[in-house]
Every structure is written in structure tokens, then in C-alpha cells.
């Protein structure tokens, strides 16, 4: 590839937004399988507390979404 062609892949797939995020998350779920493989189990699910409420949040998101815009259950 050439240099222009990745930089266009590098704009468009915008790395740089989540790429960061994406590393940060390494070390978070290597401590909790730390923590898993220690039996230290409510520590564990102290820290997977966020990512519940995350995953909660955007289903509801996704939910509400989907009933005001198109009126019913069905797609």
C-alpha cells in the first residue's frame, strides 16, 4: 500500500478514537482474571460493575430508541 491509501484507511476506520481505549482495557481484564484465578470473586465483580451498567445503558438506548422511531417492536 502507499503511504496516501493509509492514511485514508487511518481516517476512515479512525483508529486513534478507540485505539487508546482498546489498549487501556488489556491491563483492566488481565486484573480481573487475576482476581478470578485468586478467588478474590466479589472484587472481580466490584470491578465488572461498570461494564454492567454500560452494556445496561446502551440496551436501553438501543430499546427506547427503536420504540420512538418506529412504533413498534417489529423492525
Known amino acids: ?3 496516501e491509501q493509509l492514511n485514508r484507511l487511518w481516517i476512515r476506520l479512525r483508529l486513534s478514537r478507540w485505539l487508546a481505549p ?3 482495557t ?3 481484564l488481565a ?3 487475576w482476581l478470578l484465578g485468586k478467588g478474590q470473586l466479589w472484587i472481580a465483580g466490584v470491578m465488572l460493575s461498570p461494564a ?3 452494556a445496561l445503558l446502551i440496551g ?6 427503536r420504540l420512538e ?3 413498534s417492536w417489529r423492525g
Do not use: D, K, N
Not at 60 to 65: E, K, N, Y
Open 1 to 3: 500500500m502507499r503511504h
Open 22 to 24: 482498546a489498549l487501556c
Open 26 to 28: 488489556v491491563p483492566y
Open 31 to 33: 486484573s480481573i482474571l
Open 52 to 54: 454492567l451498567v454500560l
Open 60 to 65: 436501553l438506548t438501543w430499546l427506547l430508541a
Open 69 to 71: 422511531f418506529r412504533g
